[in-house]
């Protein structure tokens, strides 16, 4: 039985890993030893209830106002054990988060092979976004199979000396993911979600959390969009506002009280998904999402200076605004009056999968280890 070990943290990461658990435990010759470490608690179990994936092991390290530091040494302690018992022929980790780093590095200790999904994202600014970019770089420099969602992201790999046997494009799992999630029937269980009037109203989706963007410029971007609700008696803003307390005080403190925002808890992601089926356009400072809205034909604003997706600007579905008020009011306004930009950034095709990201990394690793003779047929544009 060839055993493949699976380890995430965060809700992010079990969204996009949920198409991929759920193929491999399909399978009749694959042992799957799911190992999370609870890096998010609430919001992670919530997509495994969604996605009726039940851990093998649960290291549950979260603690309230936890250090990276801390996450570090809680995964690295905790997860030892089990590899050691266990003894996966491959840990699978994805992304960029702590819990994928400290996995990795586990692994290579115990002389385990290491598969990266949605490997190969860079901004080459180790601070931006902080501490992903230094995660998935060294990530990376311990994984032997890199899932690749684009073909830039296998090109980044290939210049930092990735041998090209060991790089597969895929596009991205989230994209496997969410097509299973939307489902235009779907009723919110947040009744004022089902109030919105999406057909006669222009409703922005909101999400800002990014430990970069804390402070200061999260209070820029709050006021920015306090002055488009101000504008604009046609809007509508649904924020789900993290559990971050920096984010919920600023949140209050600029948008609170206005009638055209609605805060609302951080929603599950059955719920998310709709909602972003169903909104206008979408501000974010998250990366998911400038992977998910396009392939829903929704333009994105990213409220960053940097991305590790340059292949959705490229493609025209999002546009980098920063944190600077008047560019996003700016940007923002156009996107609201102006219908042919709007619909060009609609329109333009989703650089980053086709739902098939998940059956393509298994076929990988079958080919990999000899398990299979057939070869896997990257994902391609078009």
């Keep these: 039985m060839f055993k493949i070990m699976p380890v995430f943290g965060t809700r992010p990461e079990a969204i996009k890993m949920a198409p991929l658990i759920k193929l491999l435990e399909a399978q009749e010759k694959i042992k799957v030893i799911t190992t999370v470490t609870a890096q998010h608690r609430e919001m992670l179990d919530q997509v495994l ?8 092991y ?3 390290i979260m603690k309230p106002g936890q250090s990276l530091i801390e996450i570090t040494v809680g995964v690295l302690s905790k997860i030892e054990q089990i590899i050691g018992q266990e003894k996966p022929d491959l840990i699978l980790v994805h992304g960029d988060t702590s819990t994928t780093f400290v996995s990795s590095l586990a692994a290579f200790y115990h002389r385990i092979p290491v598969g990266h999904v949605e490997a190969g994202l860079r901004t080459y600014n180790k601070y931006s976004p902080f501490p992903e970019e230094m995660n998935r770089k060294l990530t990376g420099c311990l994984a032997d199979l890199h899932f690749a969602p684009t073909q830039t992201a296998k090109e980044a ?5 990735v041998p090209l046997d060991r790089i597969v494009v895929t596009g991205n799992t989230v994209i496997d993911a969410l097509l299973q999630t939307v489902d235009k029937s779907y009723i919110f269980q947040d009744e004022e979600l089902n109030t919105l009037d999406f057909a006669k109203k222009k409703v922005i989706l909101l999400t800002a959390h990014r430990r970069e963007n804390l402070g200061v410029r999260m209070e820029h971007i709050f006021q920015a969009v306090r002055k488009i609700v101000d504008k604009n008696p046609g809007v509508e803003v649904v924020f789900p506002v ?3 307390p920096l984010v919920q005080e600023a ?3 600029v948008l609170g009280g206005l009638e055209q925002v609605k ?3 951080p929603l599950e992601y059955k719920a998310f998904a709709n909602l972003m089926d169903r909104c206008y356009l979408v501000l974010t400072d998250s990366g998911g999402l400038q992977e998910e809205a396009p392939a829903l034909g929704k333009p994105v604003l990213v409220l960053r200076d940097t991305t590790e997706r340059p292949e959705a600007v490229t493609a025209g579905t999002v546009k980098l605004v920063g944190t600077d008020p008047e560019k996003i009011i700016a940007e923002t306004t156009s ?3 102006n219908s042919d930009l709007y619909w060009k950034m609609a329109a333009a095709v989703n ?9 393509r990394i298994l076929q990988a690793i079958r080919y990999y280890f000899k398990l299979s003779s057939q070869p896997v047929k990257e994902f391609k544009l078009g």
């Design 49 to 56: 209830d969604l996605f009726k994936i039940k851990p093998v």
């Design 58 to 60: 649960d290291l549950d």
């Design 157 to 161: 790999l290939q210049k930092e000396g």
């Design 242 to 244: 993290h559990l971050n």
């Design 251 to 253: 949140a209050r403190q």
């Design 263 to 265: 805060l609302v808890p």
């Design 335 to 337: 996107l609201l009056v």
């Design 351 to 359: 650089p980053y999968g086709d739902g098939k990201a998940a059956e």
